[in-house]
Every structure is written in structure tokens, then in C-alpha cells.
């Protein structure tokens, strides 16, 4: 591989997580503030819950896949679905005069 393309990999795979570190630590503050207004507004708690289920999904993915009496995967999708649900939702009340 040229060293060209290595260094744009770098770039990609340091260089933007990096920024966005950066960028969360430089305005904290303003972030949480922020955070905490969203979650007074109905759209915010819609936000917050599916936050919460897909972080809970992430944690017991391994025994959501194997539940008996369902397909494999089936749980686990499924809310990973209604957590999608609840993001498209919260973005979309947030839209909404």
C-alpha cells in the first residue's frame, strides 16, 4: 500500500474521532446544558429513552440473541428497530412548529 494512502487512512481513522473529542471537550458545558433543555421538551425524552434502549441493547446483545422459542436475532433487531423508530420520531417533534 502506498504511504500516501496510509496517511489518508490515518487521517480518517484518528484524524475524526479526534475532532470530534476535541470539539465535545471544548464546549462540555454548552453540550450538557444543552442536553438537559432537550430533555425538559417532549421530543427530547422520545430522544433520551431511545438512547437508553439502544445502550441497553448494546449491553445484553449476546442474550438477546439467544432467547428460546424466536429466530436468533429477533429480539435484539426488533428493538433495535423501535429504538430507530424513536430517533426518526424525536427528530421529527423536534421539526415540528
Known amino acids: ?9 490515518v487521517l480518517v481513522v484518528v484524524g475524526v474521532p479526534a475532532a470530534i473529542g476535541i470539539f465535545v471537550i471544548a464546549r462540555f458545558r ?3 446544558r444543552e442536553g438537559w433543555a432537550a430533555i425538559a421538551q417532549p421530543w427530547g425524552r422520545v430522544l433520551a429513552a ?4 439502544s445502550v441497553v441493547i448494546e449491553i445484553f446483545e449476546k442474550p438477546l440473541g439467544h432467547v428460546p422459542g ?12 423501535v ?11 423536534r421539526r415540528a412548529p
Open 83 to 93: 429504538a430507530a423508530i424513536g430517533f426518526i420520531v424525536a427528530a421529527a417533534a
Open 70 to 81: 424466536l429466530p436468533q436475532f429477533f429480539l435484539e433487531e426488533l428493538f433495535e428497530l
Open 1 to 9: 500500500m502506498a504511504p500516501h494512502w496510509r496517511a489518508l487512512a
Open 50 to 53: 431511545s438512547v437508553a434502549l
Open 30 to 32: 454548552a453540550l450538557w
